[in-house]
């Protein structure tokens, strides 16, 4: 069993900056993908942000290229969402997945607020 916790959202104004924390309760170098997403609000379609392999490789959504960065710091056990140039529309609560030994855990998600 693997825990996850978020940590970092919070209210800003638009074209503010937040940095999302995951950390794990296991050693990240044993992670093989650590996954952001997000979801707007209840109902809605949970949305994929970011993601990085255990080899460092990164993808994002075409809504945050530019914006937003993944990283992760293996000695932490932790991966980062750094979020710049935010928009409303990037008002969601933010959930971090990381897969362990072929199992998906995720985290309870933290809020991130943006307002016009």
């Known amino acids: 069993q693997v825990h996850v916790v978020e940590s970092g959202g919070g209210s800003v104004q638009a074209r503010g900056s937040l940095r999302l924390s995951c950390t794990a309760s296991v050693s990240t170098f044993s992670i093989s993908a650590i996954y952001w997403y997000r979801q707007a609000a209840q109902g809605k379609k949970r949305e994929l942000v970011a993601?990085?392999?255990?080899?460092?490789?990164?993808?994002y959504a075409d809504s945050v290229k530019g914006r937003f960065t993944i990283s992760r710091e293996n000695a932490a056990n932790t991966a980062y969402l750094q979020m710049n140039a935010l928009k409303p529309e990037d008002t969601a609560v933010d959930y971090c997945c990381v897969v362990w030994r072929g199992i998906h855990y995720w985290g309870q998600g933290t809020q991130v607020t943006v307002s016009s």
């Open positions: 993601d990085i392999s255990s080899h460092n490789l990164t993808a």
